[in-house]
């Protein structure tokens, strides 16, 4: 089976990227080992975060740094273990984390997030996927006095500066829209323009669906049997072989082991996260996402119950689950809101696959003719996905890309 482009990957990324190719009139053959939407794209929190505009940076002052590295902290968790294998990429991390550096990626990530809402709304009135969507924005609510000033004063500079409106809400404002909020709150913030969805895998399998419906093939294979031949990819199956001149790697967190063994090496590291759904107490449930700004965990009505999304945990990808993360903060959530027994038996555990500059890689790889990569997505893969395929099809088409893509190019580091 020939085709124009072999997308790797099925998650929200590589969904998209095989939409927006599809659009502009290529032949697209969608691969992956499981159904769509059943990975990172399946687990992460549901935001679409229009007001992601400033990356999550390395910490500069020491304090913090101690306190993260001896994991005092809840916001995350370091294993000293995998730091053999992971302290090149972090200290690559690390180094990004100036604020000359966090302003540059700043300027680089702005065009893209200002576009996530109005590409993925496209696709979910496309997907006849728009009742999964929330647009009642998440509100962030903090105990700490100091925390919340510090919040707020965000909110007159950079929030400002990028387009991003917030809501600043006492505690009695905070009451009046999620009644069920426990314990003494300094006061919070409403994030009014991003969006949510009650379950990003749904939404992921609707654009997926969406592709089948428009014509795309959706094949099961493995694609770390990829092979090149002069101006051709393959992938081997049993019932026939997929091959084209173009390949997209939009594997996620394992776009790394699939590049490495082709010859492509690149500062990919994760940060793993969980998340568990927990059963309704009473009638309390939020009526959006809420989001403890102190200790960085997030609650959101989800399908599966209220769910409860972690912070980030620096490993390696591949090591056994170990969610001390949720184990330390499930008590902090309980104060916060009140949620019954747990819905499952284990947590769910995936990998924001990230990049030192916490921008993602889109484009062509040098020296690999029709090589393509869209990945690196790290904490905004969910909501990049749509904007980051359009920019890929773009530039692989020729058409005139809506934004510079240099920034976002493989050969950057
Ligand atoms: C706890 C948590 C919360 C998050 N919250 C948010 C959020 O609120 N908003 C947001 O924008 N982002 C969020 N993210 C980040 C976001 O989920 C990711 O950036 C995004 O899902 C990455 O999408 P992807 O398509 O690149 O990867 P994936 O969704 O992981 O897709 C990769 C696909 O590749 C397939 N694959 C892998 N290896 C092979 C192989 N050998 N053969 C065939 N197929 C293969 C997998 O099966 C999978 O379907 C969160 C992440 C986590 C962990």
């Not at 500079?157 to 003494?184: D, M, V």
């Not at 969980?274 to 009526?287: C, D, S």
């Not at 309980?334 to 819905?343: C, E, H, I, T, V």
Request: overall charge positive; some cysteine.
């Amino acid at each position: 089976m020939k085709y124009d482009v072999i997308v790797l990957g099925a998650g929200m990324v590589g969904v998209s990227a095989a939409l927006a190719l599809q659009a502009r009139g290529r032949s697209v053959a969608l691969i992956d080992r499981r159904p769509a939407a059943e990975e990172t794209s399946y687990g992460n929190a549901g935001l679409i975060q229009r007001e992601g505009v400033v990356p999550y940076a390395f910490p500069r002052a020491w304090k913090t740094i101690l306190k993260s590295a001896l994991n005092q902290t809840t916001q995350s968790h370091l294993h000293w273990t995998a730091l053999p294998r992971i302290a090149p990429a972090i200290y690559q991390y690390w180094r990004y984390g100036t604020p000359e550096r966090v302003e540059a990626t700043t300027h680089a990530a702005a065009p893209l997030v200002e576009r996530s809402l109005t590409e993925h709304e496209a696709l979910t009135e496309a997907a006849g996927a728009s009742a999964l969507v929330r647009r009642t924005g998440y509100l962030k609510v903090f105990r700490d006095e100091a925390l919340l000033a510090a919040e707020l004063a965000l909110d007159e500079g950079s929030r400002k500066r990028w387009g991003i409106t917030a809501e600043a809400k006492t505690e009695s404002e905070l009451r009046a829209i999620e009644p069920h909020l426990t314990g003494q709150l300094a006061g919070g913030l409403l994030m009014t323009q991003p969006w949510s969805v009650s379950s990003p895998g749904a939404l992921g399998k609707a654009y997926a669906e969406l592709f089948v419906k428009r014509g795309g093939a959706f094949l099961t294979a493995d694609a770390s049997l990829l092979q090149s031949s002069p101006d051709c990819w393959t992938i081997p199956r049993v019932d026939g072989h997929i091959s084209a001149p173009n390949v997209v790697v939009a594997l996620g967190p394992w776009s790394d082991a699939l590049l490495r063994r082709i010859g492509v090496r690149l500062p990919f590291f994760v940060k793993r996260g969980y998340h568990m759904h927990y059963r309704q107490l009473g009638n309390a449930i939020p009526t959006r996402p809420i989001v403890d700004g102190d200790n960085g965990y997030l609650l959101s009505p989800m399908h599966g119950g209220i769910r409860l999304t972690t912070g980030a945990e620096f490993t390696r990808r591949e090591a056994p689950a170990t969610p001390v993360q949720l184990g330390k903060v499930e008590p902090l959530a309980r104060a916060l809101f009140p949620l019954g027994d747990r819905a499952e038996i284990a947590p769910w555990l995936g990998a924001r696959p990230c990049l030192p500059d916490m921008l993602p890689m889109v484009g062509a790889v040098p020296g690999f003719s029709g090589l393509w990569i869209d990945s690196g997505h790290h904490h905004l893969g969910f909501t990049l996905g749509p904007v980051t395929g359009r920019l890929l099809a773009e530039i692989m088409t020729g058409e005139a890309p809506f934004t510079d893509p240099r920034p976002y190019r493989v050969d950057r580091f």
